[in-house]
């Protein structure tokens, strides 16, 4: 049995249909999940850990390495086959769907369901973390080449960082924040782009009242 052979049967035993399932793992079309059935598209290690997820089940059974089809099921170890090196297999229960938001006004506000584009499977340790734990589209080049345009940044919700973290952050009556490298001494909050082009914005004394760190993004994942 295939990769895709087994997602279409544990679906249609759970009662789930496509489009069902390609809104729980964060597809926009139940034609992705189609492909992935009949074999016509590859899918990620992050996405397999979400399909699991959502299926019930485990990355590995849904890789064919512990198929109850065989007489005595032994899982290989991770680096036994080429085409598995590098592929950890994490704690299902340690994968949450995080919302994914196109601006981080609107993943910072009062949003609504509308304002989500979508859900990327993230693995994060405690449970608490994950609710204050949101995926932002970037927009613009200033972090480039770290962060590209149409990057997620998986960003946590807090008010601190430490110094050379980079964070969310809006500027009193400013429409949307923007990310940005922070570092902060005594009186004088300092906010760095990577790309050199852009100047630092730097606050302080009043000033620093002006600005308002919301998050600070923990991890980057690049678009392709």
């Known amino acids: 049995m295939t990769f895709g052979e087994r997602i ?3 679906r249609c035993e759970k009662g789930m249909t496509q489009d069902e399932l390609a809104q729980a793992v964060g597809y926009k079309s139940r034609s992705t999940i189609a492909k992935i059935e009949s074999g016509e598209r590859d899918v990620p290690q992050s996405m397999i850990i979400a399909l699991a997820k959502v299926l019930d ?5 849904l890789m064919g390495w512990n198929d109850n089809s065989t007489e005595v099921s032994i899982e290989p170890s991770l680096t036994a086959k080429n085409e598995y090196k590098g ?4 704690d299902k229960e340690n994968i949450y769907m995080i919302p994914i938001f196109g601006s981080v006004s609107a993943g910072f506000g009062s ?3 509308n304002q989500i584009l979508g859900y990327e499977p993230v693995y994060i340790e405690k449970p608490h973390e994950a609710e204050e734990t ?8 200033s972090m480039y080449p770290k962060i590209e345009e149409g990057d997620l940044v998986i960003v946590r ?6 110094n050379g973290d980079i964070v969310v952050a809006v500027i009193c009556g400013e429409n949307d924040g923007f990310v940005k490298r922070a ?6 909050l300092t906010l760095e782009s990577i790309n050199t082009q852009y ?5 302080s004394g009043s000033e620093l009242d002006e600005v308002k760190i919301l998050g600070v993004v923990k991890k980057i994942i690049k678009s392709v």
């Open 199 to 203: 100047p630092p914005f730097v606050f």
């Open 111 to 113: 949003y609504a369901d």
């Open 8 to 10: 279409n049967k544990i």
């Open 183 to 188: 570092f902060q001494s005594k009186n004088k």
């Open 57 to 61: 089940t485990s990355p590995s059974f």
């Open 134 to 141: 949101i995926a932002i589209t970037v927009k613009g080049d």
């Open 157 to 162: 919700k807090q008010d601190y960082f430490e």
């Open 87 to 90: 592929f950890n297999i994490l």
